[in-house]
């Protein structure tokens, strides 16, 4: 009986240590920018680097797409409304708005988009749900492709031009969070396909 349970922690630990090196890797391709085409924004340190990199990799000809797009358009000149990059499968979303507190914003998650979201200016963070079973405000709507959350547990991240953030659909995020005065933010999201 102990030689088993030896055995299945062997396996155990054997598998995070692999787990760990796959996570080191994708660590060290984003910290690379192989994936950045020009895009000279660094994403933010709340980014999945192994989600990224697994979806860059499947869908990379869509990626470069994107972040070429970001690299060779003034985002300040653009203006409110939505841009192509791929009809169906990759837009851009320009709007201006004044942030709303935390208590009044939603959590949302989606299904078949990854939210690349950049805040150009504005007094603004996103959060992250960290529940292991958040509430569900609203069950998915295929339509709207989405669905809202209730969580107790948010870690936030301060946006703004130096940084951009990945939202895959495994990451209950609640975006445009006011952070300080309420100021007029202007901010790209991007909708990229998400390939299973």
């Known amino acids: 009986m102990k030689l088993k349970h030896l055995l299945l922690l062997i396996a155990i630990m054997t598998s995070m240590n692999i787990e760990a090196q796959n996570h080191c890797k994708a660590c060290d391709w984003l910290a690379s920018g192989v994936w950045a085409n ?11 680097a192994k989600e990224f990199k697994e979806q860059y990799t499947k869908n990379k000809e869509l990626w470069d797409k994107v972040f070429t797009f ?12 939505t841009t192509d990059i791929e009809k169906g499968r990759a837009w ?30 504005g007094n603004e963070k996103m959060g992250l749900a960290r529940d292991k079973e958040p509430g569900v405000l609203m069950e998915y709507n295929d339509k709207r492709e989405v669905a809202f959350w209730t969580s107790k547990n948010i870690e936030y991240f ?7 953030f990945l939202f895959f659909p495994s990451d209950l995020h609640q975006p445009s969070v006011l952070d300080g005065e309420p100021v007029k933010s202007k901010k790209i999201v ?7």
């Open 38 to 48: 020009g895009f000279k924004t660094a994403p933010d340190k709340s980014v999945n």
């Open 70 to 81: 970001l690299a060779n358009n003034d985002l300040e000149s653009l203006p409110v409304g």
């Open 92 to 121: 851009v979303t320009v709007s201006e708005y004044v942030p709303n507190p935390a208590e009044k914003q939603k959590i949302e998650s989606h299904r078949r988009f990854i939210d690349l979201q950049y805040t150009l200016r």
């Open 158 to 164: 301060k946006a703004g031009p130096e940084t951009f």
């Open 190 to 196: 991007v909708k990229i396909e998400y390939a299973r």
